[in-house]
């Protein structure tokens, strides 16, 4: 958008959960090259030429507006008329100072830039020619449906609206205002096209009507309940019978209360509000789905509709999220793993919602770790690569003074309710980083966030104490593993923070000898090799082989010494003691440290000790969850909290790159290696990995006789080969692009 539309508004007043339907009408005359449309607001808008709907939803994704203000562009010669044409748009802000979102100002902005075949150009641009609804179908200021104020009830009333509205021609006696110029200036925002896929619909569902206790309601209560049979992050969508002045209003929950109905909840927090309504016209069919935000549940209760609800037709649920690609895939010869891989997948769908949040219902929040955990299932399955950069982007964005960073972002950080940080999580921006550089293979984004990176890493070394020279406890809520960690966190130096610690300098030291800052690379390796020695010698218990969990502490947690092993601290000679420690201990990691101490067991030939845990169906862990039926993954391993958490969606990844073996050797997938392992409870396993060369697919299979069958489909960018550990021998092989077959004995 080149700055020549201004931000406009119904009015100049700022209120909360805010309003604006914006018309115009123009002529297209002659023949047509391209007409491009670019479109922004302040926080979400839904564009219309012609009575057609152009993009997606939750558009345009949530950024810090005074640092980056996101804006979509679409082709739209197929949608334009010779003549009049109409373009509409319904505009939401939000306010109030929510935990996802900066409050801003509310403003709408558009630029149509129209090119004729005999040279001639026109722009159709936002300013105060346009013309307002004064009286909205949607209501003003409702409350917010959560705690943290995520989103606002939508409350539309269809009798305020005329559907004409949309096309050229339009004359009613409905209240209209001309436009006022916004609050924000043309060059206020720094405008950036948006990367992101916008959100789709991705399917819908029918729902299943359940039988209610006796004595749950009353006449003029009649409620309804419905399950999706999963919980789904988007919005119902109802085609009901009209009846005029009738309210139907839509209450959301992953919970059912003991009499059968939907419980007055947002995930694990109490509320009252977490649902939308909509009063009738009196039409025949009436259609209409609260699509400006997205709702995370699986019941739906409906209230205030006198009539019965009986066809699959009358409301489903769409299910909606940001339109990554999903190519990815893993299938084995165990229905249960299967199903913990699709449970994987889904609850990531659930919770790419604009950027990638830690639950699609209470929060909606984007938080560094739980992006670093969701980048291992999103990588493998997904074209994932803008989503997570505009992790990194948003939180380079929100970086404060000292470096470090807020606990999510974007949000309200001023807001006292918001004003929280997590030192341990500022760190996962490092290892964030260098995997969207592994997966991409693009060092342009190694030049890109290197800064925001380094001011980060810079705040911490200069943290470090100078007697003990390890990070003391600093500001902020210190977590080394969650939900529920048995961690001991009473030492004044947390050991998983300073293991943390040294793998972000040891990053920062790779991104600054590739931004060609050798010197200053060489600086904080040794940096990292001194902080590596100082672990050692405060932290480490060498007699016994493993890392205590704090400073002067006499707990030795297992996830402590596996991501010491993982990160390469413990000395190569006490390695097989410090490995033989943690595999034999009982599992007492929780989603945090279980990533690093699985991956360190697949890759120390302690593999069945890993396949083990990925595989076990009681509790604690993922299988439990499934066990108990569960097709969401939860936010921890009780069945409490939020019940569609995406940083416990891991097991996807490792089941597709150690139990099939696809994995990594070089940046952007150039070089592969397929390096299985073969469980005695399995009998075949297949999976495809996305990758920026393409789709790359493995599948092995047992034989009856012996041996092994394994197949192979390799992009033609990429270089692999095979590592096959049979009874009686090893066999390595390189293979070329293409399909491979073959059977090994």
């Not at 010669?77 to 505009?91: E, K, R, Y």
């Not at 995520?150 to 009613?172: F, H, P, Q, T």
């Not at 955990?373 to 950069?389: P, R, W």
Request: hydrophobic content about 35%; glycine content about 6%.
């Amino acid at each position: 958008m080149n700055g020549i539309s201004e931000w406009i508004w119904r009015s100049r007043r700022i209120r909360i959960n805010d309003f604006s339907y914006f018309r115009k009408e123009f002529k297209a005359a002659g023949e047509l090259v391209s007409a491009q449309l670019y479109v922004s607001a302040h926080h979400y808008v839904q564009v219309y030429i012609n009575g057609v709907r152009i993009g997606g939803y939750g558009t345009p994704a949530p950024t810090n507006p005074w640092k980056r203000k996101l804006f979509m562009e679409h082709d739209i010669s197929d949608q334009l008329q010779t003549g009049t044409n109409c373009i509409t748009a319904d505009a939401h802000y939000l306010g109030g100072g929510g935990q996802n979102y900066v409050d801003g100002l509310p403003g709408f902005r558009l630029e149509l830039h129209l090119a004729y075949a005999d040279g001639k150009k026109r722009i159709v641009k936002s300013d105060t020619s346009w013309t307002t609804l004064v009286d909205m179908p949607h209501r003003i200021g409702t409350l917010y449906q959560q705690n943290r104020r995520v989103s606002a009830i939508e409350d539309y009333d269809a009798r305020k609206w005329d559907e004409a509205w949309r096309y050229a021609g339009w004359n009613s006696t409905l209240p209209t205002a001309k436009a006022k110029k916004a609050r924000i200036g043309k060059e206020e925002w720094p405008m950036a096209r948006q990367a992101i896929p916008e959100g789709a619909i991705g399917e819908e569902l029918p729902l299943r009507k359940l039988e209610l206790h006796a004595g749950s309601w009353n006449e003029t209560d009649r409620p309804q309940v419905f399950d999706a049979g999963v919980i789904v992050s988007g919005w119902p969508k109802l085609r009901l019978k009209g009846i005029e002045g009738v309210t139907v209003r839509m209450r959301y929950s992953e919970d059912l209360d003991d009499w059968g109905r939907v419980k007055h909840n947002v995930c694990n927090e109490d509320s009252d509000h977490y649902y939308d309504q909509y009063t009738m016209r009196g039409d025949t069919l009436e259609e209409w789905q609260p699509d400006f935000s997205y709702k995370a549940f699986r019941y739906v209760e409906i209230t205030g509709y006198p009539l019965s609800i009986e066809t699959e037709n009358e409301l489903i649920v769409c299910l909606a999220y940001t339109d990554i690609d999903y190519t990815g895939g893993f299938r084995c010869s165990d229905d249960h793993l299967n199903s913990l891989y699709e449970a994987c997948i889904r609850t990531q769908k659930n919770n790419t919602l604009g950027q990638t949040v830690d639950c699609p219902h209470r929060e909606q929040a984007q938080y560094i770790a739980d992006t670093d955990l969701q980048a291992e299932t999103l990588f493998y399955n997904f074209n994932a690569l803008t989503v997570i950069e505009k992790t990194l982007s948003d939180f380079a964005d929100a970086q404060l003074e000292d470096g470090t960073f807020p606990f999510v972002a974007p949000s309200n950080y001023d807001n006292p309710d918001f004003t929280l940080q997590i030192p341990e999580w500022d760190l996962h921006y490092a290892t964030l980083l260098w995997k969207l550089y592994e997966t991409s293979g693009n060092g342009s984004l190694l030049h890109t966030y290197h800064a925001p990176l380094r001011r980060m890493v810079d705040y911490f070394i200069s943290r470090l104490d100078p007697a003990i020279g390890l990070v003391p406890l600093d500001k902020g809520w210190h977590i080394s593993d969650w939900p529920y960690p048995s961690v001991d966190h009473e030492g004044e130096f947390l050991t998983v923070q300073q293991i943390k610690l040294l793998q972000a300098i040891r990053i920062v030291a790779e991104t600054a000898a590739f931004v060609g800052e050798t010197e200053l690379s060489a600086s904080y390796r040794q940096s990292a090799e001194q902080l590596a020695s100082n672990i050692l010698k405060h932290l480490y218990d060498q007699p016994l082989g493993r890392v205590k969990d704090c400073y002067r502490s006499k707990r030795a947690h297992q996830g402590v010494t596996a991501i010491a092993l993982y990160a390469d601290v413990i000395p190569s000679s006490d390695r097989e003691k410090a490995i033989a420690f943690v595999a034999d201990m009982p599992w007492e990691c929780r989603t945090v440290l279980s990533l690093p101490l699985l991956r360190m067991l697949f890759e120390n030939d302690r593999e069945a000790e890993a396949f083990a845990i990925l595989n076990r169906r009681e509790y604690p862990g993922w299988g439990y969850m499934i066990a108990q039926g569960a097709r969401t993954m939860w936010e921890g391993w009780e069945d409490i909290e939020s019940h569609s958490h995406a940083w416990n969606g891991y097991p996807a990844r490792l089941l597709q790159e150690y139990v099939v073996g696809i994995q990594s050797e070089a940046p952007g997938f150039r070089k592969a290696v397929i390096r299985p392992y073969f469980p005695d409870s399995l009998t075949f396993a297949e999976a495809k990995v996305w990758t920026v060369q393409g789709d790359l697919y493995v599948r092995w299979e047992k034989l009856p006789g012996g041996g092994i069958r394994m197949k192979a489909n390799i992009p033609a960018a990429i270089d692999a080969r095979m590592e096959i550990s049979l009874p009686q021998r090893k066999v390595v092989m390189e293979i070329g692009p293409g399909i491979h077959d073959m059977k090994l004995e």
